[in-house]
């Protein structure tokens, strides 16, 4: 047992407004620069849709991840062979227009134009030109299902469903849409880091953040093809790559990243995981079927004897294997299995995980016939005519699921690589917790079925309590629990803090200097 | 005349070859930041391939064959000893140059006429297109003109650059070359002073490494060889963090 420690995240997609709030937070703090306009370290799409850069799911185009072949896994465009012969040109590479051009406005125009006839306008121009452009794709061109034929129809997650499937999600009465906010998965077996030629991209040991050293960065750009997920980015200006670094200036100073703390819709959750290192190698190699469960295997049980004793063995430190006890996201993960890991296919490991959304789901599901209401009705609300109605009777429950508005084929292909019974499974936990919280505010619903439902999700009533804290009341503490970082002992291990006196910080010697 | 050899085939190698050492090691240790290929597919990236393709390729190499030439002058000697095994080489090194050339002007076109490039160029990169499409160009004319260089670059620079390389400068043989054998010299060397201050250094810096490296890299700030055994006091090894 090699036990380390990871900072990792859940992401609760019912919970998630869409409002983007977490991408201008991180904008504004990380990627508001020249040759990072376009990065989106942060961002939210909406499902069903092409997502950013267009199609990203789509590996047969970007050729991201890693592959199993012959029992061997692989990376599917770039490693030592690959990406070595293919340095020169990178036939898999994105280009700036599979992302957007970016852009801004001539605003000053508004202001500074001759008088004259017409009224000025604030004419759109490239960031990267200078020059006016036409824009034709934004980050969140297809935001809410806008540009449906062009963007929500191609969505790759379509790949395995019928026309007749299809067809039906896009019917104007059943239409459903849910938001999926992604950031970079800090991945246990990250693809980034296996593709580049030079070693600059690294997983730190003590709390598993992927990053990128700028100063080794020598732009051979394979990590951009190598991450399933797109979230490494090639700056075009200072010939680097960049990524999201999890806002570890801030972890390190107890503060939640920017994202999470900004987050309006308190979807977030940020919490350490220990786990098993020793068997990744042997999880990534495994079967498609199975490797869902197996990722899930390998996060340890922190308040296990055996499992803390090899932690401190390992060095982790008494206050991270604290944090990790009281961590949201081991509740979430491993204690109620309500998450997932998104596209688990790509065997990259990632360690955000996403609480897969009910609502959109549960609410479709009777056609009723209601002449009688529309009849009670004021003569304007009269027009009124739609005839489907949000079902909460319980006593369907369960069988309604399988006839839902959002097919659950469709979120078995994000979030649990084909699997549809696992996410049924985590939707009877969801509702189950709905169920029973109803029980006790309302009270229509007895006992015995409350129990039975909570029996039938496989939670127990002061689990679901758990569930509904955490969800619906949880405060700032609960959500974040982020391990201290000792950084008076960190300070120790550089140098003599008096030597160090009237520079810019600890060990930083020289100043950041951009571009060539 | 002899002022003018004595610059260009003494002073200057000289010159380029500390600026190049000099300039090259301070860049690497203090300026990290801006050690980069400077890739520009991103920004364009399908008229790419028939550049930097073809000019990569070739420029390896060819460069590759300047080196074995001047590290082991008699094994070069020895291959062309037959005259089909000259000819194989001399064809194939012939073919790598133009296929350089063909991907310089390519690459050159390209830079020149997409407007997202321009942001991304600056005028060092228009010097180094000049220099090495007149390197390459001179090459091929000489390639073509003084048959067979694999040879005479054997027994004539080989052992000029040798003087040069052992601090006893000897220009006897090279001065009697023709001018554009001399041009050759005087471009390779200026190219090689412009190393430090131009994108090339990105030859410098090739990703060797990854070939043996493991896939997976994680770094720790603390060393991992001597964390806290749960028996050992706390003053004696510090736990590692996050
Ligand atoms: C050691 C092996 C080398 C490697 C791995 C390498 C790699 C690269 C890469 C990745 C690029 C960026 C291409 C892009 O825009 O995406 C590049 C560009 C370039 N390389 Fe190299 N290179 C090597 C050797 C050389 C040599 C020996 C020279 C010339 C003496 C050279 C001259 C150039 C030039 C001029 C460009 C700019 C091309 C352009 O964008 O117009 N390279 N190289
Ligand atoms: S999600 Fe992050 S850690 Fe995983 S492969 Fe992509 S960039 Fe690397
Ligand atoms: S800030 Fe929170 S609620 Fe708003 S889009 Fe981002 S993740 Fe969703």
Same mark, same amino acid.
Not at chain 1, 399 to 407: A, E, K, N
Not at chain 1, 443 to 452: H, L, P, R, T, V
Not at chain 1, 497 to 510: L, N, P, Q, R, V
């Given at each position: ?118 009224? #000025? ?10 020059? #006016? ?81 700028? +100063? ?5 750009? *394979? ?18 790559? +960049? ?40 999880? &990534? ?19 296990? +004897? ?9 060095? &982790? ?23 997932? #890991? ?34 009670? *009705? ?47 499974? $985590? ?14 505010? &309302? ?23 758990? &569930? ?6 949880? $405060? ?15 300070? +120790? ?24 | ?17 500390? @600026?190049? !050492? ?23 990236? %399908? ?5 930097? @393709? ?5 420029? /390896? ?9 001047? /590290? ?32 310089? =002007?390519?690459?050159?076109?390209? %830079? ?7 942001? @991304?160029?600056?005028?060092?990169? /228009? ?10 160009? @001179? ?35 090279? =001065?009697?070359?023709?001018?554009? =054998?001399?041009?050759?010299?005087? /471009?390779?060397?200026?190219? =090689? ?5 131009? %994108? ?12 043996? %490296? ?21 003053? !004696? ?6």
């Amino acid at each position: 047992m090699d036990v380390r420690s990871q900072v990792s995240m859940v992401f609760h997609l019912d919970k998630c407004i869409g409002c983007h709030t977490c991408s201008i937070a991180c904008k504004n703090i990380w990627t508001d620069r020249k040759g990072a306009e376009y990065m989106w370290w942060n961002n939210v799409e909406t499902k069903p849709g092409t997502g950013y850069p267009t199609k990203w799911e789509d590996q047969s185009i970007y050729r991201g991840g890693w592959q199993k072949e012959n029992g061997k896994v692989t990376l599917k465009g770039a490693g030592k062979r690959r990406g070595l012969t293919n340095i020169f040109y990178n036939p898999n590479l994105p280009v700036i227009d599979d992302y957007y051009e970016p852009f801004t406005y001539k605003y000053l125009d508004l202001i500074e134009s001759p008088e004259g006839d017409d009224q #000025p306008t604030a004419r759109p121009v490239s960031l990267i030109t200078g020059e #006016p452009i036409d824009i034709k794709m934004g980050p969140n061109w297809d935001d809410d299902l806008s540009g449906t034929p062009d963007y929500a129809r191609n969505d790759p997650n379509f790949k395995n469903m019928s026309e007749a499937e299809q067809e039906v999600m896009f019917q104007l009465e059943k239409m459903a849409f849910f938001y999926l906010p992604r950031i970079c998965n800090h991945c246990l077996n990250p693809a980034c880091v296996a593709s580049c030629p030079s070693g600059a991209i690294y997983k730190r040991g003590e709390d598993g953040v992927v990053l990128i050293n700028q +100063e080794v960065c020598r732009a051979w750009r *394979m990590c951009v093809t190598a991450c399933p997920y797109k979230k490494s980015y090639y700056n075009w200006h200072t010939g680097k790559s +960049e990524k999201c670094i999890l806002c570890f200036p801030r972890i390190e100073a107890g503060l939640a990243p920017a994202c999470m703390h900004s987050c309006v819709g308190r979807i977030r959750y940020l919490g350490v995981l220990l786990y098993d290192a020793s068997k990744i190698e042997d999880v &990534v190699h495994d079967d498609e079927k199975n490797l869902i469960n197996r990722h899930l295997d390998i996060i340890l049980d922190p308040f296990d +004897e055996k499992v803390i004793r090899a932690a401190k063995m390992n060095g &982790v430190a008494d206050s991270t294997i604290h944090a990790a006890q009281n961590s949201p996201v081991y509740k979430y993960v491993k204690e109620w299995k309500l998450a997932l #890991p998104l596209h688990a296919e790509f065997r990259t490991l990632p360690m955000l995980f996403y609480v897969p959304p009910l609502l959109p789901v549960m609410a479709t599901l009777k056609q009723v016939d209601n002449t009688e209401q529309s009849e009670k *009705m004021n003569p304007i609300a009269k027009y009124w005519d739609d005839n489907w109605l949000y079902d909460t009777s319980t006593a369907e429950l369960w069988g309604t699921l399988d006839q839902v508005r959002f097919p659950l084929k469709y979120l078995a292909s994000m979030l649990s690589a084909g699997n549809e019974d696992m996410i049924k499974d $985590k939707w009877k936990k969801l509702m189950a917790v709905r169920i029973h919280r109803r029980r006790v505010t &309302v009270g229509d619903i007895s006992n015995e079925k409350a129990d039975e439902v909570l029996k039938e999700a496989g939670l127990t009533a002061e689990q679901a309590e758990g &569930v509904f804290y955490l969800t619906a009341l949880a $405060k700032f503490e609960d959500r974040f629990v982020i391990p201290p970082a000792h950084r008076e002992q960190a300070i +120790e291990m550089m140098d003599f803090t008096g030597d160090a006196k009237g520079e810019i910080g600890f060990g930083i010697k020289s100043k950041v200097r951009r571009g060539i | 005349m002899n002022v003018l050899d004595n610059f260009f085939l003494i002073a200057l190698p000289y010159i380029a070859l500390a @600026v190049f !050492l000099v300039g090259s090691i301070y860049r690497y240790t203090y300026k990290g930041f801006q050690l980069s290929s400077l890739s520009s597919q991103f920004l364009e990236g %399908r008229r790419l391939f028939y550049g930097s @393709v073809p000019f990569h390729w070739g420029v /390896l190499f060819l460069f590759t064959g300047h080196l074995i030439a001047l /590290l082991f002058p008699r094994g070069v000697l020895a291959w062309n000893s037959q005259p089909v095994r000259l000819m194989i080489l001399e064809i194939t090194a012939f073919i790598f140059g133009i296929s350089m050339l063909i991907g310089l =002007v390519n690459l050159l076109i390209r %830079r020149y006429t997409t407007p997202r490039l321009k942001t @991304v160029t600056n005028r060092m990169d /228009l010097v180094i297109y000049i220099l090495l499409i007149t390197q390459t160009f @001179v090459g091929l004319w000489i390639a073509y003109n003084f048959r067979w260089g694999s040879s005479w670059f054997s027994s004539l620079l080989t052992p000029y650059l040798y003087s040069i390389f052992t601090l006893q400068p000897d220009t006897a043989a090279v =001065v009697l070359l023709p001018w554009t =054998v001399k041009l050759h010299i005087i /471009l390779a060397f200026t190219i =090689v002073g412009l190393i430090p201050f131009s %994108r090339l250094i990105h030859f410098l810096v090739p990703p060797i490494n990854y070939i043996w %490296r493991p896939y997976q890299q994680v770094k720790w700030y603390w060393d991992r060889r001597k964390v806290r055994s749960p028996r050992t006091p706390w003053t !004696l090894q510090r736990p590692k963090n996050n």
